[in-house]
């Protein structure tokens, strides 16, 4: 068994890392989150130095998996085309 950590992402908060977090606990991928903050009481420091999502080297992949196919579903419609999201847009007002 590998026992190597390995970061699957870096975010620019503590907050949306551990959203990460529990996003990849629901699909039972044990992760933890690390940040360069001083235990938290600088946490400017998560701008300049990132705020790291960390899983065991052979969750890696399914991690990686799993965020990415969250990103692409960040408007919460599911797997709806660009061609379904242009049906919400109004229509352009005429050029005088």
Same mark, same amino acid.
Request: some cysteine; aromatic content about 2%; overall charge negative.
């Given at each position: 068994?590998?026992?190597?950590?390995?970061?699957?992402?870096?975010?620019?908060?503590?907050?949306?890392?551990?959203?990460?977090?529990?996003?990849?606990?629901?699909?039972?991928?044990?992760?933890? =989150?690390? &940040? $360069?903050?001083? *235990?938290?009481?600088?946490?400017?420091?998560?701008?300049?130095?990132?705020? @790291?999502?960390?899983? /065991?080297?052979?969750?890696?992949?399914?991690?990686?998996? =799993?965020? &990415? $196919?969250?990103? *692409?579903?960040?408007?919460?419609?599911?797997?709806?085309?660009?061609?379904? @999201?242009?049906?919400? /847009?109004?229509?352009?007002?005429?050029?005088?």
């Amino acid at each position: 068994m590998e026992h190597r950590l390995v970061p699957v992402r870096t975010y620019r908060s503590r907050l949306e890392a551990e959203l990460a977090q529990h996003l990849l606990e629901s699909v039972g991928i044990p992760s933890f =989150v690390s &940040a $360069d903050d001083a *235990g938290g009481m600088r946490p400017p420091l998560q701008l300049t130095l990132g705020v @790291r999502l960390i899983v /065991r080297a052979m969750d890696g992949p399914k991690a990686r998996r =799993v965020l &990415a $196919d969250h990103d *692409g579903d960040q408007d919460g419609r599911g797997d709806q085309g660009e061609d379904d @999201r242009d049906e919400d /847009r109004p229509e352009p007002c005429p050029a005088e």
